[in-house]
């Protein structure tokens, strides 16, 4: 007990040091002390303008900048509603924001709203159906939600409880994958030392009623943000690498998550590089370290991760995902603080700059958290130092969401007719279709309320393997729904024929028992 206290004087006395130390040798703008104390204390870091955004921040040519929301102290996580209005967590806070969407078109939220509150440090939140899911530091919640009205329509319950949040990294990141199973990642409890919690820094799997608590990948350092690739449906992590081994190393990673694999930590690091604090992996007989898929500068702190959709955006961004880098804390000179794009190729993944100016000579105004593409096809990015959110589009800068917009996905026609088509019954399959349809309230977001994403002219853009993959992993705020093979072929051929299925005196004739 006595090494471990005096352990934690000696990293307070340090971090008390560093702002002093960069000002000293002027590796930082005094200014930008207040960055250092709002991650010590929490103190808050200053307003964004929109003056100040369209005069400091660069972005590829083509691309616009605009300020959505500001006055948002804390802003971390979003997640889209299936009506296109914006979830906002604020786990420093303990509240969930909901910021209803751009409607009269003047580039800012209609409105600002406290959706719950009360919650412990809550970062991730998800959706299944009618079903908010919300990961607080030691549990995961859920409550039902009405989209239409954008208000909580239950009472909040736990689903799993028992977690650890002590220490360092105690946010918890959910997401709902293309399988409809819940995704959970938890960071470390330190620096770098073995966990007695065999949970933490890990990746787990539970079903939507809790069950399960599987653990998929271990060895994550702290893995804040994951998404999965929509033309492959692999699951991608960022994880910050570990302090204190210099300004140049190591690494901080992008990971491939694959089920059973360990990722490193704590006792290698980057392209399994080992530990000069931890010795041997005392279980290095009975698993190999899994490198990296890419690497990120030290301690550029990737944290939110989505691979967009980028119709009608130019060339070279068709397998695209966004990276907030949140930048630096503790380095003698500042680096990250900004939102790169990773472009697969065929020669590995290319990184790039995408939103930059966070950080001029160390006078840093934001540090960017998570990334997000809402139904206008719009890139929201939140800011947890500034207390804003940012608004990127392409092309002409409406900022009006049309919802005939939204859904104008680019042309993706059958090259060859898929094998099983063959033979297939496409009355009934369509008949099927329109029943999975209805059982998923699917009319609700596509026909009905007040801003339906109309789906008319889809058999002209789309062809059935391109809706079968937006069925897998639909891009934001389409909800993932648990369908099986057979299911997302018989909803493709309702969509593509509606005709065929959508009578009512089709639907009678139809087994009832899809579920």
Request: net charge negative; proline share 7%.
């Amino acid at each position: 007990m006595r090494s471990l206290i005096i352990g934690l004087l000696s990293v307070l006395v340090l971090l008390a040091c560093i702002p002093l130390v960069l000002i000293a040798t002027g590796t930082i703008d005094g200014s930008s002390v207040r960055m250092i104390l709002n991650v010590m204390t929490g103190l808050d870091g200053p307003a964004a303008t929109e003056s100040e955004v369209q005069s400091r921040f660069e972005l590829p040519e083509g691309f616009h900048l605009q300020l959505y929301a500001s006055d948002l102290p804390k802003a971390r996580f979003m997640r889209f509603t299936p009506a296109g209005d914006m979830l906002l967590s604020r786990p420093h806070k303990g509240d969930i924001l909901l910021l209803r969407r751009d409607a009269d078109g003047d580039g800012r939220p209609d409105a600002v709203e406290t959706l719950i509150d009360g919650l412990k440090r809550p970062l991730g939140m998800d959706f299944i159906g009618d079903n908010l899911y919300i990961a607080e530091s030691n549990r995961i919640g859920r409550v039902a939600f009405d989209s239409a009205s954008g208000k909580l329509t239950g009472a909040y319950e736990p689903v799993v409880e028992g977690f650890t949040d002590e220490g360092n990294h105690w946010s918890k990141t959910l997401r709902v994958g293309p399988d409809g199973l819940l995704y959970l990642a938890q960071g470390s409890t330190c620096n770098v030392c073995v966990e007695e919690d065999e949970r933490r820094n890990t990746m787990m799997r539970f079903a939507p009623d809790g069950s399960g608590g599987d653990i998929i990948a271990t060895g994550l350092r702290n893995s804040v943000g994951f998404d999965w690739a929509p033309w492959n449906g692999e699951l991608y992590a960022t994880d910050n690498g570990r302090d204190l081994l210099g300004d140049d190393f190591p690494p901080c990673e992008l990971n491939l998550i694959e089920e059973g694999h360990f990722y490193g930590w704590p006792y290698y690091n980057g392209d399994n590089i080992p530990d000069p604090d931890m010795g041997a992996d005392p279980m290095a007989a009975e698993r190999e370290p899994t490198p990296p898929a890419h690497g990120f500068r030290a301690h550029n702190a990737p944290l939110g991760i989505t691979f967009v959709d980028s119709s009608g955006w130019p060339a070279g961004y068709e397998r695209t995902a966004l990276v907030a880098l949140h930048g630096s804390w503790n380095r003698s000179t500042p680096d990250g603080y900004k939102v790169v794009s990773l472009h697969w190729t065929e020669n590995g993944i290319e990184e790039r700059d995408f939103l930059s100016g966070f950080n001029q000579d160390g006078d840093i105004a934001g540090r960017p958290v998570d990334v997000a593409q809402g139904p206008d096809g719009a890139i929201y990015i939140s800011d947890d130092y500034a207390g804003a959110i940012y608004r990127v589009s392409y092309g002409d800068n409406n900022q009006d969401w049309s919802p005939e917009v939204a859904s104008a996905e680019a042309s993706r026609l059958d090259t060859q007719t898929p094998q099983w088509l063959d033979g297939a019954d496409l009355p009934a399959m369509a008949r099927r279709g329109a029943l999975l349809y209805d059982v998923h309230d699917c009319r609700r977001c596509h026909e009905t309320g007040e801003n339906p994403r109309l789906l008319s002219g889809l058999s002209e853009r789309l062809g059935y393997n391109a809706v079968i993959d937006l069925l897998k992993a639909p891009p934001s705020p389409m909800p993932i729904y648990p369908l099986s093979e057979n299911e997302q072929r018989e909803l493709a051929v309702f969509l593509l024929n509606p005709a065929a299925g959508n009578t009512p005196e089709a639907v009678q004739t139809e087994d009832r028992d899809t579920p």
